[in-house]
Nanobody
Framework: QVQLVESGGGLVQPGGSLRLSCAAS????????MGWYRQAPGQERELVAT???????NYADSVKGRFTISRDNAKNTVYLQMNSLKPEDTAVYYC?????????????WGQGTQVTISS
């Protein structure tokens, strides 16, 4: 079973920065994609950013230019650098790892880390 452990959440003022980390219990090369999703109260979980095993990245329009996803293969860790944070970025952020192959798509999730943007 894969474990994903997130850290780095917290309370920051608007305009501030946070860096989230997601440590995987096995080599992240074994996953086709790793990413970050978020869920605000009363809303559905939404994609924030993904990074492929080849390093390709994808971002939600709402975070482009402000957030950066990266990976450290040696540490089996994925990061989300969040700058210029806004109150609407407040949510629980979840790390995701996805494998695509036989028998199909398998998603693994972390427990989530709370990010609160407030003055």
């Amino acid at each position: 079973q894969v474990q994903l452990v997130e850290s780095g959440g917290g309370l920051v003022q608007p305009g501030g920065s946070l860096r989230l980390s997601c440590a995987a219990s096995r080599s992240i090369f074994t996953f086709n994609t790793m990413g970050w999703y978020r869920q605000a109260p009363g809303q559905e979980r939404e994609l924030v950013a993904t990074i492929s095993s080849g390093g390709g990245t994808n971002y939600a329009d709402s975070v482009k230019g402000r957030f950066t996803i990266s990976r450290d293969n040696a540490k089996n860790t994925v990061y989300l650098q969040m700058n210029s944070l806004k109150p609407e970025d407040t949510a629980v952020y979840y790390c995701n790892a996805q494998s695509r192959g036989w028998p199909g798509v398998v998603d693994y999730w972390g427990q989530g880390t709370q990010v609160t943007i407030s003055s």
